[in-house]
């Protein structure tokens, strides 16, 4: 791997193909024992076996990590920048980029040991790694309905293909309080499959239907909003004007008002939008 790494990015080297500073990227990763995971596209290609477009590459890791991921790169003369503290630095070799992504921008999503623990072994640009846990996936994409982006369709997709064998229990664990999300996909994925309901447990369903039938309604906050958690940029006016309490502010939720400001601001630009969540 040393080898490979000195055969690599020089500073003043010219720019290399997108495939090959991904190679480097993960190769520089490798050698210094920085834990590591694909996601993205070519997650989503392993899982589904379908072909997808992506202008970067996602690479997953814990925050913890990040501070040795960085130097490790930097070593190789690449650019890196802490772009949003709460969940995502990136690499530059202009004009290429890779997401070191440790979150999610609505601060509902964190890279833990169970990410590791579950990763799927594959192969990326020749390259042996470790892809993101299907469910992971599912828990992340699921939050992301954004005027300019849904990802609902990658969810339905990732359910078709491995519905039959995710681990129903730590996804409905992974999601937690924000279960209804996940209901809301396996009630679409019905109406998109209709063939292929078979793929979602009927005791999942049932389960997550009793709750809402049995879940009273004096126990929500009756000024919350949620919406936050879902686009940073369609609830505004319930949570700047009308003063509902935003769900994702700390002690209730995981993010703080910089941090929330700073997600917000990102959605006005549309190369910032860019910084969304990942594929």
């Not at 520089?28 to 392993?46: D, I, M, S």
């Not at 039959?164 to 994925?189: E, I, M, P």
């Not at 049995?214 to 000024?223: C, G, L, T």
């Not at 549309?270 to 910084?275: A, F, M, T």
Request: with cysteine; net charge negative; hydrophobic share 40%.
């Amino acid at each position: 791997m040393a080898a490979e790494l000195e055969t690599g990015r020089k500073v003043g080297a010219g720019t290399p193909s997108p495939t090959k500073f991904y190679r480097y990227v993960l190769q520089a990763l490798t050698h210094a024992n920085v834990p590591h995971l694909v996601g993205g596209a070519y997650a989503l290609a392993h899982y589904t076996r379908a072909p997808y477009q992506t202008k970067d590459l996602d690479v997953f890791l814990r925050r913890g990590d990040l501070d040795m991921a960085f130097d490790a790169l930097r070593v190789c003369g690449y650019r890196t920048e802490d772009i949003y503290p709460h969940f995502l630095g990136k690499v530059y070799d202009d004009p290429h980029f890779v997401d070191l992504i440790f979150g999610s921008g609505n601060g509902a999503v964190r890279v833990d040991d169970g990410w590791f623990e579950f990763a799927a072994p594959g192969e990326v640009f020749g390259l042996p790694v470790l892809f993101c846990p299907v469910e992971e996936i599912l828990w992340s994409k699921a939050f992301i309905m954004e005027r300019e982006r849904f990802d609902g369709a990658d969810v339905a997709h990732l359910l078709l293909a491995t519905g039959d064998r995710l681990d129903w229990n730590r996804l409905l664990d992974r999601f937690g309080d924000n279960w209804r999300v996940l209901l809301a996909h396996l009630v679409l994925f019905g109406y998109i499959y209709p063939g292929r309901q078979g793929l979602i447990p009927a005791a999942i369903l049932d389960r997550l239907l009793a709750r809402v039938t049995n879940e009273p309604e004096s126990a929500a906050d009756q000024n919350l909003c949620r919406g936050g958690l879902l686009s940073r940029q369609q609830y505004l006016h319930d949570l700047g004007v009308t003063g509902m309490h935003d769900a994702r502010l700390r002690p209730a939720g995981q993010m703080s008002r910089g941090e929330i400001d700073a997600w917000t601001d990102a959605g006005e630009g549309v190369e910032e939008r860019r910084h969304q969540p990942p594929d």
